[in-house]
């Protein structure tokens, strides 16, 4: 397992002279790391990558964050167009009740813009709800607002339907454009897909997530 994770990690790392920054809002499930834009999961690390190989830019990022409870994550994402570190921290102030319909409420900080390279803040409201062992909606909204321009308020917002819970069908509001993917969850560490930035641009993104802690087995 480390070694997939180093692997994939060195693939984007030299690929540094080719790609550029891309981020699309915290909780898209090619962004934040997760289907349906939950956090990280607790005492867990995940690694995602993004690349938009065509268009007028070569666009990508690499993203690294981890579980650290199960209500907060946080993590760093390094933007390769204007050599930029983004900090990024998820706090779930109200955690989402699947037996009813209540939210979750995220607050926290990172990257909403279509290039990356924005430090921002933002709440969020995120529901998940479960109608069959093959079929969930998430869906999630809310605002956001530049660290740098924190008098503009944008709106912000994700819908993903997950099939069989292994394909993800998702539309993505980052405030000023929509993004739309398809994500296939491999197994429990792995997810790659492909969607259009911006409606027009298509990219590739990777997901690895695994424990870095593991429990120990006690004999009786």
């Not at 867990?44 to 199960?70: H, N, R, W």
Request: with cysteine; charged share 15%.
């Amino acid at each position: 397992m480390i070694r997939s994770i180093l692997i994939v990690l060195a693939l984007f790392l030299t690929t540094n002279s080719f790609i550029l920054a891309q981020g699309c809002g915290p909780n898209c499930p090619a962004c934040s790391g997760t289907t349906d834009g939950n956090l990280t999961p607790t005492k867990s690390i995940s690694i995602q990558g993004l690349y938009m190989p065509t268009g007028e830019e070569e666009f990508g990022v690499l993203g690294l964050k981890y579980g650290a409870f199960d209500w907060f994550d946080l993590g760093i994402a390094y933007t390769f167009k204007t050599e930029k570190i983004i900090w990024n921290a998820r706090l779930q102030a109200i955690k989402q009740n699947e037996s009813n319909w209540q939210p979750s409420v995220i607050l926290g900080t990172g990257s909403i813009r279509t290039d990356g390279t924005d430090q921002s803040i933002y709440l969020n409201i995120l529901k998940s709800k479960e109608f069959s062992e093959n079929f969930a909606i998430s869906v999630s909204g809310g605002v956001a607002s530049l660290t740098s321009d924190i008098e503009k308020i944008y709106g912000i917002g994700n819908v993903s339907f997950i099939f069989m819970e292994k394909i993800t069908t998702f539309v993505n509001f980052d405030g000023i454009s929509f993004h739309e993917g398809v994500m296939w969850t491999v197994n429990d560490w792995f997810t790659a897909g492909i969607m259009m930035i911006e409606s027009k641009d298509p990219a590739i993104s990777v997901n690895i997530t695994t424990p870095i802690f593991k429990s120990k087995k006690t004999d009786n």
